[in-house]
């Protein structure tokens, strides 16, 4: 079992930088990739960033390369996201999700953080 609780959000202006971290509870949290999925109000949520088990693989959302950074600490049981360069349009509850593989697909991720909202303003 692998619970998940997200922390650093914020509000920052454009143009701006914030860290979000996603700390997990569980002996195997180092066996699972990480995603982190951002949800608008009135819209789906969407994939931001994965990273795998070992940290040695990492993708992201056309939206947010270049921009963002996913990294892990498996000895602390974290994974963070670097968002550099914010845009109004990364305006959302960021919510980290462990899972068995690395997707960006939000269904076979098994383990949900409540999210943290992060905005940006203009």
């Known amino acids: 079992q692998v619970q998940l609780v997200e922390s650093g959000g914020g509000l920052v202006q454009a143009g701006g930088s914030l860290r979000v971290s996603c700390a997990a509870s569980?002996?195997?949290?180092?066996?699972?990739?990480v995603g982190w999925f951002r949800q608008a109000p009135g819209k789906e949520r969407e994939f931001v960033a994965v990273?795998?088990?070992?940290?040695?693989?990492?993708y992201y959302a056309d939206s947010v390369k270049g921009r963002f950074t996913i990294s892990r600490d498996n000895a602390k049981n974290t994974v963070s996201l670097q968002m550099n360069s914010l845009k109004p349009e990364d305006t959302a509850v960021y919510s980290c999700?462990?899972?068995?593989?690395?997707?960006?697909?939000?269904?076979?991720?098994?383990?949900w953080g409540q999210g943290t909202q992060v905005t940006v303003s203009s």
């Open positions: 990273i795998s088990s070992s940290g040695g693989y990492t």
């Open positions: 999700a462990a899972g068995n593989i690395v997707t960006t697909s939000s269904s076979p991720y098994d383990y």
């Open positions: 569980g002996r195997t949290f180092s066996r699972h990739a």
